[in-house]
């Protein structure tokens, strides 16, 4: 995967300590992390009673909804990818998917009311869960195109 986060035709400086590590610096743990936070929100939800797979799409918001969007130009990016011989495309695309997810989860650290789970909330828990499961599809298949196992669990 990091090798492929690079044009190829860019010079590469292999970093093997970056690429064992667990932070953002890495992108595989980065997108990986992604995942796992993802299935972990929704073995808790679901733990809870609150996933119900149905679609409140409408009470998201604008980054959501953005996130959404951009989950949609999934098959595009690898459609373009393919087309230039260019899988460092896919790379980035997951990372930049990664970044908004994070983004996105980490809003709830600061204000409850942006928390995927949402027990007084059960419309907009699951809209968030629906969304929450379509970006982790999107990366579990993106990371599965790049040879990389999408963790559950971290």
């Known amino acids: 995967f990091t090798m492929l986060t690079r044009k190829a035709d860019a010079q590469m400086d292999f ?8 932070s953002r610096d890495n992108p595989v743990f980065y ?24 679609d409140h799409l409408a009470l998201l918001g604008g980054e959501e909804l953005a996130m959404i969007r951009e989950a949609a130009n999934f098959p595009r990016t690898v459609e373009a990818a393919a087309k230039a011989r260019e899988p460092h495309r896919i790379a980035f695309y ?30 907009l828990t699951s809209a968030r869960l629906f969304l929450a499961t379509n970006i982790g599809q999107v990366i579990r298949n993106g990371l599965r195109l790049m040879g990389v196992e999408a963790a559950d669990n971290m």
């Open 31 to 54: 997108v990986q992390y992604a995942h796992a936070r993802i299935q972990s929100t929704l073995r808790k939800a679901e733990k809870e009673g609150l996933y119900q797979a149905a």
């Open 15 to 22: 970093d093997f300590a970056k690429v064992v590590e667990a």
């Open 94 to 123: 997951l990372n930049d998917l990664a970044a908004a997810f994070h983004s996105l989860y980490n809003q709830g650290n600061d204000d409850a009311g942006k928390r995927f789970i949402l027990a007084q909330e059960p419309e």
